[in-house]
């Protein structure tokens, strides 16, 4: 691990998003970014990693189950520590960013599991202060309606749940055992996201958000980036058996501990594997 007096990066000086889609990003809490994310080149050594991922799972281990495959996997670090993706995040949060998590989740053809309406905040409760998380959702395939793109609900990150809204438990298998409870949840306002491969959407992890079942016949991946200022405090003593934060660009202000994209850390993925943890 890393000290919190690591080495500041250069800050960026080429945002992504205007003024007017920052402020829109914080209204509605959600943004679309409908231009290519990485060059093609970039963009194919990202699909050809997470193609050499999925290939290695483990055969108990649902491909839309593949959670911070960073901690095992550290040439991932190539694109989660990329300009390309800070430089999108940096206008929401700021100059001094640290990446919280990753996720691939991958909804194979024909039998892809649904997500139930969730909000992300709501499993990282414990984990951080405040919270402050925006989500990089990078599409490795298209992501359409047909093959169970996410759907959200805008501007329910800012009611008065905040992010903290009631569950009930699930009878059907999906990627989550439990959901929003349906009286929490406006089905007349729901958006759905579609995204060409290599485009993203960026959302507040108070957001109320889901998608269907996969059963067509075209797979559904995508990579999901997490950043937090590092303005954020992270509780090590609670969680860092399980988790690591790591240093994105700029400095710590929170006094949190780091990660070192260098190496990977299989004792973590051993801890969360027997402790049934997850970063989502």
């Not at 290695?56 to 190539?78: A, C, G, I, K, T």
């Not at 988790?243 to 850390?265: E, F, Q, T, W």
Request: hydrophobic share 35%; net charge negative; proline share 7%.
């Amino acid at each position: 691990m890393v000290a919190s007096s690591s080495a500041p990066t250069a800050p960026t000086s080429h945002p992504r998003l205007t003024p007017a889609e920052v402020a829109t990003y914080r209204q509605e809490g959600y943004h679309v970014f409908r231009q290519p994310v990485f060059p093609p080149a970039k963009f194919a050594g990202l699909r050809n990693c997470f193609e050499n991922i999925l290939d290695n799972l483990e055969s108990d281990v649902r491909p839309e189950s593949m959670d911070v495959p960073h901690f095992q996997h550290p040439e991932l670090f190539q694109w989660l520590f990329a300009d390309e993706i800070l430089d999108l995040v940096e206008p929401i949060l700021g100059p001094d960013i640290a990446l919280f998590a990753s996720h691939f989740i991958c909804k194979p053809r024909g039998n892809g599991q649904r997500v139930p309406w969730h909000e992300d905040s709501t499993y990282w409760k414990t984990m951080i202060t405040p919270m402050e998380v925006v989500t990089v959702w990078l599409a490795i395939d298209p992501a359409t309606t047909e093959n169970g793109c996410m759907r959200i609900i805008p501007r329910t990150h800012n009611t008065g749940k905040m992010g903290f809204s009631d569950y009930e438990d699930l009878t059907e298998k999906a990627v989550f055992s439990n959901e929003i409870k349906a009286a929490q949840r406006d089905m007349t306002k729901v958006i759905p996201i579609e995204l060409e491969a290599n485009q993203c959407s960026l959302h507040d992890a108070r957001l109320i958000h889901g998608s269907e079942a996969n059963t067509s016949t075209k797979r559904r991946c995508g990579y999901t980036m997490r950043y937090i200022s590092t303005k954020v405090r992270e509780d090590h003593e609670k969680v860092g058996q399980w988790h690591h934060l790591y240093l994105a660009r700029g400095k710590d202000y929170a006094g949190n501990v780091y990660g070192d994209p260098s190496r990977a850390y299989p004792d973590l993925a051993r801890f969360r594997a027997k402790h049934g943890k997850s970063g989502h």
